[in-house]
Nanobody, 124 residues
Framework: HVQLVESGGGSVQTGGSLRLSCVPSGSLFERTCMGWFRQAPGMNREGVAALGSDGSTRYADSVKGRFTISKNSRNNTLYLQMNNPKPEDTAMYYC???????????????????RGQGTQVTVS
């Protein structure tokens, strides 16, 4: 069983930066894909960034060039570095993991089997 705990959310001004963290506990899969998705009030869940088990990364077009997904290989902590955030990035952000081999489309991250409770990001 995998548990995920996000942190690092908060309020940030346009043009600033924020780094989200996700600490997993329990036994991860031998090959794990990880990612971030977000959901704003009244909106559908949206995949933001994905990290394949092969180290490949993919991003939603709306965040390319501004957000970076990375992982600490020693403890599997997942990060989302948010640079130059915009008001439209305001949402609850969730990390998620799933067993997978190779790369993964960012659009499927919201459907991963394990997700955390989320951390709120507000950009003004």
């Amino acid at each position: 069983h995998v548990q995920l705990v996000e942190s690092g959310g908060g309020s940030v001004q346009t043009g600033g930066s924020l780094r989200l963290s996700c600490v997993p506990s329990g036994s991860l899969f031998e090959r794990t894909c990880m990612g971030w998705f977000r959901q704003a009030p009244g909106m559908n869940r949206e995949g933001v960034a994905a990290l394949g088990s092969d180290g490949s990364t993919r991003y939603a077009d709306s965040v390319k060039g501004r957000f970076t997904i990375s992982k600490n290989s020693r403890n599997n902590t997942l990060y989302l570095q948010m640079n130059n955030p915009k008001p439209e990035d305001t949402a609850m952000y969730y990390c998620a993991v799933e067993s997978c081999l190779g790369g993964v489309l960012v659009t499927v991250v919201p459907d991963f089997g394990y997700r955390g409770q989320g951390t709120q990001v507000t950009v003004s």
